[in-house]
Structure formats: C-alpha cells, structure tokens
C-alpha cells in the first residue's frame, strides 16, 4: 500500500466546513485513493474515492492534488453527527483495504 | 437488503472456553472479510475470501484462530482456547469480486470479552 499519513484528530465547528488532509506521496499511477469513517460502535463507512480528478457525492468532496501526493476531504458543512475517525487509504489494485489510525474529527456545538 | 448481519452483538466468555462469531454477507457480494478492532491496534485484516476461498489469513494471530465460509451466504471465526487479549470488536464486511473497494459493506460488529 502506499503510506498515508493524516493528523492524528481535529476539531470542527458545527456548520463550517472540515477539511481532513492525507498525505500519501509514495502512491503510485493507478493507486485510488479511498475514504472511509467510522462513527462510534459501528462499521466503517464509504465516503468517496478517486484517481485524478476531484470528486463530490452526496456526502463530501475529495480535492486531489495535481501530483497526487495529498488528498483533503471536505464535509461542506458539519454537523454533530460527522463526529467520526476519517480513513484515508490508498490501496493497491487487488488487494483488500488495510485501515490506518485515521483522524478522530470531532464536530464541536 | 439487510447488510452484513453478524451474531452475536455482544459475547462474554471465559478464557480457555471455544468462541464463535457468525457472519452473514450482503447477498450476491463474492469477497468477505473479517476484521479486528482494539484500541491499542486499531483496525486489522484478519483473513479474507473470494468466493468462498481463503485468499490470505496472514493476519490471523495465532493458530487459535481459525475462519470458515462453508457457502456463499455464512463464514464464522471460531477462537479456541480463548484468552483475555482476544477481547476486540470484530467486524465482518463483504463486497462484490473484483476490487470494488468503494462497495466495501461492514456489519455492527460482534464485541467479544474474555474474562
């Protein structure tokens, strides 16, 4: 796998927008870079991926940088209930996701 | 669908007892995988499946451990003897073959105590 490396937590006012960042400057050509999050006493949950260009569903935009060596996810605007550990992997081809320490973001009131 | 629907939610046994966790993947997912979450490790790949095969168990800790998936709708984890420090939460998840990393579904997890 590429090494990602991300802060260790951060804090977030309900509404402003978070912004998560990932280093992974060891990623090669056709490594996605995937995120995911876990809420409290739950699974992980997909957020979104991408390869290149930035993308944006429903739930966050991913900003990647044009020599793919970052990544930062955007929740345009928090709520309470986006307090989560945020996973930024970047896997190679076939192989199953291996889930790092994350950033513990907490959505503050 | 129901998602990924593992049994127990919560199991408390005795150390040296025989545990067992069950899993149900996401009908017509062909990947399963179990995974452990402690806090001091954070989240392991324990073992996974492609259509019904063991691909690698290489995080499977000991020989304790040992992982089946008789058919394409059931897998367990089975611990004997069980000891204190397998006390974790374990997560089974499923996807469809083929490195659909974004079709990556979780279960609630089974949380295990071993007193």
């Known amino acids: 796998d590429a090494k990602t490396t991300q802060p260790t937590s951060m804090d977030c006012a309900e509404g402003r927008a978070a912004n998560l960042p990932c280093n992974h400057s060891t990623i090669s050509g056709n490594e996605y870079v995937y995120w995911y999050r876990q809420i409290h006493s739950q699974g992980p949950q997909y957020i979104i991926h991408g390869l290149k260009n930035n993308e944006t569903n429903e739930m966050a935009s991913l900003i990647i940088t044009e020599d793919r060596k970052s990544s930062t996810l955007i929740l345009p605007h928090a709520t309470l209930r986006d307090t989560a550990v945020y996973y930024c992997i970047a896997p190679p081809g076939n192989t199953p996701l291996v889930f790092g320490k994350g950033t513990r973001l907490s959505v503050i009131a | 669908d129901a998602g990924v629907i593992q049994s127990p939610r919560h199991e408390v046994t005795e150390m040296g007892q025989e545990v067992t966790l069950r899993c149900k993947p996401i009908?017509?997912?062909?990947?399963l995988f179990w995974y452990r979450q402690t806090m001091m490790r954070g989240l392991e790949l324990l073992i996974y499946f492609n259509n019904n095969v063991p691909i690698d168990d290489s995080g499977m800790p000991e020989d304790r451990f040992s992982a089946k998936m008789p058919n394409a709708s059931f897998s367990t984890l089975k611990i004997q003897p069980s000891e204190p420090r397998d006390s974790a939460v374990y997560f089974c998840a499923s996807s469809p073959v083929g490195g659909s990393k974004e079709k990556l579904f979780f279960g609630s997890g089974t949380q295990l105590s071993v007193l």
């Open positions: 009908s017509g997912h062909n990947s």
